[in-house]
């Protein structure tokens, strides 16, 4: 109860102000616009520049490896998971 009736009188005192201040109300405003566009604009641009870093970094990486260097370590790989998949069923079992 105690929030409610201090939010109504926060509100009036508030709204009051407000007329009463209207022209200062506005020049504060006219003056907090421009700051937060430039803000925000300098925000967005660096944000973006960051994404687009990041797509290059991906295109890095995402390059084709040699087929030469890989081959034999694909068959080591698919052994091991293929014991690791007959070690996880007789787990599931017990």
Do not use: H, N, R
């Not at 925000?43 to 390059?63: I, M, N, Q, R």
């Amino acid at each position: 109860m105690k929030t409610l009736i201090g939010g109504a009188i926060a509100a009036a005192l508030g709204l009051v102000g407000l007329v009463i201040w209207w022209g200062q109300f506005l020049m504060v405003l006219a003056g907090i616009v421009p700051a937060m566009l430039l803000l925000g604009g300098a925000l967005a641009v660096y944000l973006g520049f960051d994404e687009l870093k990041d797509t290059w970094k991906s295109d890095e990486a995402a390059e084709p490896v040699p087929e030469s260097s890989g081959g034999e370590d694909v068959e080591e790989y698919k052994k091991e998971i293929d014991g690791l998949k007959d070690e996880i069923e007789t787990l599931k079992k017990e």
